[in-house]
């Protein structure tokens, strides 16, 4: 069946990286966004393996961001 190959493709976990910011110093540093099979969403950033989000479901399936943190890299540093 055609639309059960779609769901299993769609619900692979999966690694996005990108751009997060530069420091004062002028280092690079990148995101990392890791979504496991249920749609749980990890953010890390390369400054020091900080948490950036975590977004995890509720015993009703609502997910919510359970991480306090900073909106940019200014925050952090």
Known sequence: NSMLLVAEIAAKPKIKKELYGRTGDGKTVELYTLTNSKGATAKII??????????????????????IGYDSLNGYE
């Open 46 to 67: 390369t400054f020091g393996g900080i948490v950036t989000s975590l977004k995890m479901p509720d015993k009703n399936g609502k997910f919510g961001d359970v991480v």
